[in-house]
């Protein structure tokens, strides 16, 4: 069957339009890719890319810039991505930027967000490494969040355990809550430390008083604090004194000892005072060795009037009288 004219018309129209579409939608989509403009390549490590895939959006400071090229293993903690960046951006992107994965919207697909430097460091070069920062993903929130509602009922749980314990005046806070005896108590201890605070105040004010007022010149308090060398006197002083003291207190010592040997001994000190009719012998002794020389000395002067033995006598006063002379 052959075909008309018309029909060869309307078929190589359609063929056109086919054609313009599907270049248009190359275009498009390699503009969105990037395939017709001219790319530099920059790349990031990262510890977990949460579901990012070659061929998403790279912007920076919310700009589109790029798409990401590639996604590889370096090793079992490291992911490089590989970014292709429009070449136009090759000056505004400094060394110092942050490279982090978030979601374009609520629930879009994974984007590369480039956040500028604060410094002033150089624009970047094809081929750099930049830092990156890895976001905490939603299920690492969720589990976090399911932890921390696990650990807040279990915590719910028992402060109302301890609040029941406290309603029932058991331990502590709970006899001091409802215990009134003993919050009058407390309260006592209270006052009474703050009243022993003060008094203690007052004693600290009075001490600073009586230090203020001595003279730490004159005074023997201040000779003492200030001159090292009266210091060292006194120190030699005091050292002295507790010499002195110990040899006292040695002396006494032997003192008491001599004592008591002459009360509980046998020498002549302790017959002389404990044997009483020895004292009363002693005593006659003496005292007739006194009458002894009274009628000795009468008798002297007897023979001193005698006429045989009465020149002698006057001889030797003579002869005194000369030598006094």
């Known amino acids: 069957m052959r075909k008309t004219t018309s029909e060869k018309l309307k078929l190589g129209v359609f063929v056109i339009i086919g054609l313009l579409i599907f270049i248009i939608a190359i275009y498009f989509i390699g503009q969105r890719q990037n395939i017709f403009a001219k790319t530099f390549s920059i790349s990031a490590n990262f510890n977990n890319v949460n579901g990012l895939i070659p061929g998403n959006n790279v912007r920076y400071s919310g700009i589109n810039v790029g798409t990401v090229k590639t996604i590889s293993m370096v090793n079992d903690s490291t992911i490089n991505v590989l970014m292709n960046i429009d070449e136009n951006m090759l000056y505004h992107i400094k060394k110092d930027a942050i490279v982090t994965i978030g979601t374009d919207g609520l629930v879009g697909n994974m984007i590369v967000n480039i956040i500028p430097g604060e410094g002033n460091a150089g624009a970047i070069e094809p081929g750099d490494v930049i830092k990156s920062y890895t976001k905490i993903g939603t299920s690492d929130m969720l589990n976090t969040l399911s932890v921390t509602n696990e650990n807040a009922a279990l915590l719910t749980a028992k402060l109302l355990k301890i609040a029941d314990a406290m309603d029932d005046s058991k331990g502590t806070f709970g006899m001091l809550i409802n215990d009134t005896i003993m919050a009058s108590n407390l309260k006592e201890t209270v006052n009474q430390f703050r009243i022993a ?5 007052k004693t600290i004010k009075e001490l600073n008083t009586i230090i203020s007022s001595i003279n730490f010149n004159e005074s023997v308090a201040g000779v003492l604090l200030n001159d090292s060398i009266e210091a060292k006197k006194a120190r030699r002083i ?10 006292i207190s040695t002396v006494l010592n032997n003192l008491n000892e001599t004592i008591t040997n002459i009360k509980e001994g046998k020498g002549a000190f302790n017959y002389l005072s404990n044997d009483e009719e020895f004292v009363n012998n002693l005593e006659q002794s003496i005292k007739n060795i006194n009458e002894g020389t009274d009628k000795f000395n009468q008798n002297m002067e007897a023979f001193k009037h005698n006429f045989l033995t ?6 030797l006063e003579r002869q005194e009288k000369k030598i006094n002379k």
């Open 238 to 247: 005091m050292t002295n004194l507790e010499t002195s003291s110990q040899d």
């Open 310 to 315: 009465r020149g002698y006598f006057k001889k």
């Open 197 to 201: 605070s003060i008094e203690a105040s």
